[in-house]
Protein backbone atom coordinates (compact mmCIF):
# COMPACT_ATOMS: atom_id res chain seq x y z
CA UNK A 1 0.00 0.00 0.00
CA UNK A 2 0.95 3.29 -0.82
CA UNK A 3 1.87 5.48 2.50
CA UNK A 4 -0.20 8.72 2.04
CA UNK A 5 2.12 10.66 3.46
CA UNK A 6 4.65 10.60 1.64
CA UNK A 7 3.34 13.37 -0.75
CA UNK A 8 3.88 16.22 1.85
CA UNK A 9 5.65 14.90 4.47
CA UNK A 10 9.26 14.44 4.43
CA UNK A 11 9.88 11.46 6.56
CA UNK A 12 13.38 12.93 7.77
CA UNK A 13 10.96 15.55 9.41
CA UNK A 14 10.08 14.00 12.50
CA UNK A 15 10.40 17.08 15.24
CA UNK A 16 9.29 15.00 17.89
CA UNK A 17 9.16 10.78 18.13
CA UNK A 18 6.28 9.24 19.67
CA UNK A 19 8.32 7.92 22.62
CA UNK A 20 9.27 11.42 23.57
CA UNK A 21 5.55 12.81 23.56
CA UNK A 22 4.64 9.99 25.57
CA UNK A 23 7.24 10.63 28.38
CA UNK A 24 6.71 14.49 28.37
CA UNK A 25 2.91 13.80 28.41
CA UNK A 26 3.64 11.61 31.22
CA UNK A 27 5.83 14.16 32.73
CA UNK A 28 3.27 16.69 32.23
CA UNK A 29 0.60 14.69 33.88
CA UNK A 30 2.40 14.01 36.83
CA UNK A 31 3.36 17.66 37.22
CA UNK A 32 -0.55 18.85 36.84
CA UNK A 33 -1.76 16.12 39.34
CA UNK A 34 0.52 17.02 42.31
CA UNK A 35 -0.22 21.13 41.65
CA UNK A 36 -4.13 20.19 41.74
CA UNK A 37 -3.72 17.72 44.49
CA UNK A 38 -7.24 17.64 46.28
CA UNK A 39 -8.63 20.16 44.19
CA UNK A 40 -11.69 19.76 41.52
CA UNK A 41 -9.73 20.14 38.42
CA UNK A 42 -11.77 20.28 34.42
CA UNK A 43 -9.07 19.43 31.37
CA UNK A 44 -10.76 21.88 28.48
CA UNK A 45 -9.41 20.42 25.26
CA UNK A 46 -10.04 22.26 22.18
CA UNK A 47 -11.25 20.52 19.55
CA UNK A 48 -9.99 19.44 17.04
CA UNK A 49 -6.24 19.75 17.18
CA UNK A 50 -5.83 19.09 21.10
CA UNK A 51 -7.88 15.77 21.22
CA UNK A 52 -4.97 13.38 21.04
CA UNK A 53 -2.65 14.90 23.58
CA UNK A 54 -5.80 15.58 25.73
CA UNK A 55 -6.53 11.67 25.92
CA UNK A 56 -3.20 11.14 26.81
CA UNK A 57 -2.40 13.49 29.65
CA UNK A 58 -6.16 12.77 30.81
CA UNK A 59 -4.64 8.79 31.25
CA UNK A 60 -1.26 10.19 32.96
CA UNK A 61 -3.39 12.15 35.47
CA UNK A 62 -3.04 10.55 38.74
CA UNK A 63 -6.17 12.72 40.87
CA UNK A 64 -9.74 12.50 39.83
CA UNK A 65 -10.66 15.05 37.21
CA UNK A 66 -13.07 15.59 34.16
CA UNK A 67 -13.04 16.90 30.53
CA UNK A 68 -15.01 18.28 28.73
CA UNK A 69 -14.63 20.10 25.13
CA UNK A 70 -14.86 23.33 23.35
CA UNK A 71 -14.47 23.67 19.40
CA UNK A 72 -13.76 26.99 17.57
CA UNK A 73 -13.07 27.88 14.52
CA UNK A 74 -11.43 31.34 13.56
CA UNK A 75 -13.70 33.45 11.05
CA UNK A 76 -12.12 33.58 7.28
CA UNK A 77 -9.43 36.16 6.90
CA UNK A 78 -10.06 36.99 10.54
CA UNK A 79 -7.30 35.10 12.54
CA UNK A 80 -5.45 38.08 13.13
CA UNK A 81 -8.27 39.28 15.56
CA UNK A 82 -7.93 36.07 17.78
CA UNK A 83 -11.97 35.86 17.77
CA UNK A 84 -13.18 32.64 17.41
CA UNK A 85 -16.84 31.34 16.80
CA UNK A 86 -17.65 28.68 19.08
CA UNK A 87 -18.84 25.76 17.23
CA UNK A 88 -19.04 23.10 20.36
CA UNK A 89 -19.11 24.51 23.53
CA UNK A 90 -18.74 23.22 26.82
CA UNK A 91 -21.23 20.91 28.24
CA UNK A 92 -20.87 21.78 31.68
CA UNK A 93 -20.67 24.78 33.82
CA UNK A 94 -16.88 25.66 34.58
CA UNK A 95 -17.86 28.28 37.45
CA UNK A 96 -15.98 27.67 40.66
CA UNK A 97 -13.97 24.38 39.13
CA UNK A 98 -10.37 24.64 38.32
CA UNK A 99 -10.05 24.39 34.73
CA UNK A 100 -7.08 23.52 32.57
CA UNK A 101 -7.49 24.76 29.14
CA UNK A 102 -5.48 22.27 26.71
CA UNK A 103 -4.21 23.67 23.81
CA UNK A 104 -2.26 21.35 21.42
CA UNK A 105 -0.04 24.27 19.79
CA UNK A 106 0.18 28.15 20.83
CA UNK A 107 1.26 30.33 17.79
CA UNK A 108 0.63 33.94 18.01
CA UNK A 109 -1.25 33.43 21.21
CA UNK A 110 -4.36 35.28 20.41
CA UNK A 111 -6.66 32.29 20.39
CA UNK A 112 -5.87 30.88 23.12
CA UNK A 113 -6.02 34.60 24.77
CA UNK A 114 -9.55 34.85 23.60
CA UNK A 115 -10.44 31.71 25.36
CA UNK A 116 -8.58 32.74 28.40
CA UNK A 117 -11.11 35.54 28.58
CA UNK A 118 -14.02 33.96 27.27
CA UNK A 119 -13.58 31.33 30.19
CA UNK A 120 -12.31 33.66 33.10
CA UNK A 121 -15.88 35.12 32.41
CA UNK A 122 -17.63 32.30 33.65
CA UNK A 123 -16.62 32.28 37.09
CA UNK A 124 -14.12 29.54 37.63
CA UNK A 125 -11.91 29.23 40.60
CA UNK A 126 -9.32 29.52 38.08
CA UNK A 127 -7.82 28.76 34.90
CA UNK A 128 -4.31 27.48 32.98
CA UNK A 129 -3.50 26.81 29.97
CA UNK A 130 -1.39 23.62 29.23
CA UNK A 131 -0.01 23.37 25.86
CA UNK A 132 1.82 20.42 24.12
CA UNK A 133 3.64 22.85 21.64
CA UNK A 134 5.03 26.69 22.08
CA UNK A 135 6.04 28.30 18.74
CA UNK A 136 7.26 30.93 21.59
CA UNK A 137 9.22 33.20 18.22
CA UNK A 138 5.47 33.87 16.94
CA UNK A 139 3.64 35.19 19.99
CA UNK A 140 2.42 38.68 19.80
CA UNK A 141 0.30 38.39 22.58
CA UNK A 142 1.33 38.11 26.15
CA UNK A 143 0.33 35.03 27.54
CA UNK A 144 0.67 33.30 30.68
CA UNK A 145 1.09 29.27 29.98
CA UNK A 146 1.49 27.25 32.99
CA UNK A 147 2.37 24.20 31.79
CA UNK A 148 3.89 23.37 28.42
CA UNK A 149 5.58 20.10 26.63
CA UNK A 150 8.14 21.67 24.12
CA UNK A 151 9.22 24.68 22.79
CA UNK A 152 9.37 24.66 19.27
CA UNK A 153 10.80 26.54 16.25
CA UNK A 154 8.76 28.52 13.45
CA UNK A 155 7.67 25.58 11.26
CA UNK A 156 4.40 24.41 10.46
CA UNK A 157 3.58 20.83 12.22
CA UNK A 158 1.59 18.48 11.92
CA UNK A 159 0.50 14.82 13.58
CA UNK A 160 -0.36 14.16 16.88
CA UNK A 161 -3.77 15.39 16.45
CA UNK A 162 -2.81 18.45 14.37
CA UNK A 163 -3.52 18.69 10.56
CA UNK A 164 -3.16 20.51 7.63
CA UNK A 165 -5.88 21.01 5.70
CA UNK A 166 -7.61 18.14 7.81
CA UNK A 167 -4.94 15.46 7.01
CA UNK A 168 -2.18 13.64 8.81
CA UNK A 169 -3.97 14.34 12.20
CA UNK A 170 -3.22 10.52 12.78
CA UNK A 171 0.66 10.72 12.54
CA UNK A 172 1.86 8.69 16.03
CA UNK A 173 4.67 11.50 15.96
CA UNK A 174 4.84 15.12 15.10
CA UNK A 175 6.42 16.11 12.10
CA UNK A 176 7.00 19.21 9.92
CA UNK A 177 5.20 19.92 6.56
CA UNK A 178 7.18 20.28 3.66
CA UNK A 179 7.16 24.19 3.70
CA UNK A 180 5.54 24.72 0.51
CA UNK A 181 3.15 27.41 1.38
CA UNK A 182 3.30 30.55 4.04
CA UNK A 183 2.22 29.51 7.12
CA UNK A 184 -1.18 31.96 6.76
CA UNK A 185 -2.10 29.74 3.62
CA UNK A 186 -2.04 26.81 5.74
CA UNK A 187 -3.90 27.73 8.48
CA UNK A 188 -6.54 29.57 6.27
CA UNK A 189 -9.35 26.57 6.47
CA UNK A 190 -10.00 27.42 10.15
CA UNK A 191 -10.80 25.18 13.00
CA UNK A 192 -7.72 24.11 14.64
P1 LIG B 1 -2.66 31.19 17.43
O1 LIG B 1 -3.96 31.89 17.68
O2 LIG B 1 -1.86 31.91 16.39
O3 LIG B 1 -1.86 30.95 18.69
O4 LIG B 1 -3.03 29.82 16.74
C1 LIG B 1 -3.25 28.69 17.44
C2 LIG B 1 -3.95 27.65 16.61
O5 LIG B 1 -3.50 27.64 15.25
C3 LIG B 1 -3.57 26.29 17.16
O6 LIG B 1 -4.45 25.89 18.18
C4 LIG B 1 -3.65 25.42 15.93
O7 LIG B 1 -4.97 24.98 15.77
C5 LIG B 1 -3.26 26.32 14.81
N1 LIG B 1 -1.81 26.17 14.48
C6 LIG B 1 -0.81 27.06 14.71
N2 LIG B 1 0.37 26.60 14.28
C7 LIG B 1 0.12 25.36 13.77
C8 LIG B 1 0.97 24.35 13.19
O8 LIG B 1 2.19 24.47 13.03
N3 LIG B 1 0.34 23.21 12.80
C9 LIG B 1 -1.00 23.00 12.94
N4 LIG B 1 -1.82 23.92 13.49
C10 LIG B 1 -1.27 25.09 13.90
MG1 LIG C 1 -5.94 24.43 18.10
Known sequence: MKNFFDNEIDPQKVLIPQNRLQERVSELGHEISQAFDGKDIVLVAMLKGSFIFAADLL??????????????????????????????????SVAGRNVLLVEDIIDTGLTASYLLRTLKQRGPASVDIC??????????????????????????????????????????????????????????????
Open 59 to 92: RAMKIPCTIDFMGISSYAGQRRSGIVRITKDLDD
Open 131 to 192: TLLDKAARRIIDLPIAYRGFEIPDVFVVGYGMDYQQKYRNLPHIAILRPSRSSEDQLESGDG
